[in-house]
């Protein structure tokens, strides 16, 4: 399995475009996906400069209806007529919204109704193909992100606090699994919990945003103190356990957690690629 960022917030290679989003390309040996499309095409800018052919992708995962993971949908369609889109139908089929630094929508408008044929809606778990799951059912075990009061979606007139009935998480393998996690919305250690695992299987690494978000003047979230607890079990339970992050997981919150995680965890970028 290799996978590659195709669009993230952060840039190391100024031939590179980068973007508050997040698209990362999959491949193994029987199928190519993408996981998100970012917020625009950027992704598809990318993807031509590091030689990656959209054609051929068999299957797209959106973790959540968000404008930053599914923005760059629309244009996907236009450039790859086959692919299967697994998504949510509650990540198309509602408005949703942002406080942070004023209030805004942050879900794209669009008519997906010429493509539906094409989409495979997810109401609580699927196994696509038998190496590939996802699902959306996750306990609430743990504290969830405390980023998460600065998101909503319409009900009526008026907004409720998003409560993430739009977000999968995906997992490849049949016994070493790559689970990707979207934003984490509902709490890295809650999704990780919730993954039922055969004796045999083992969660060998975890990619994406944890919604771990870098607290500022007048917008609090996690303490140091609750992003090394959060260190402290990750290490504990999935010592064995490779993690890798971006996108929503602020420069501070990783730099506490790799203190704590040291080699297992690294800072994924547009461009970053690996085998794994």
Known sequence: MKITVLADNRKFDDTLESEHGLCIYLETENYKCLLDTGASDVFITNAEKLGIDLNEVDFVFISHGHADHIGGLPEFLTVNVKAKIVLSENAINQSFFSTR???HPINIDFD????????????SEMVIRDEIRVFSAIENKYPLPKANAALFKQRGNGLLSDDFNHELVISFGTDNLFVYTGCAHKGLLNILSSISLYPSQK??????????????SGQEFETMGEIENIGNELKKIYS??????????GDKAFKLLKANLGEHIDLFYTGYTRDI
């Open 101 to 103: 630094n004023g209030l």
């Open 112 to 123: 997906f109704s010429p493509y539906t044929e094409r989409f495979v809606f997810v109401d």
């Open 203 to 216: 969660i060998e690494t975890v990619m994406g945003g944890f919604h771990l978000v870098d607290s500022k």
């Open 240 to 249: 064995d356990t490779h993690f890798i992050t971006g996108h929503c997981s």
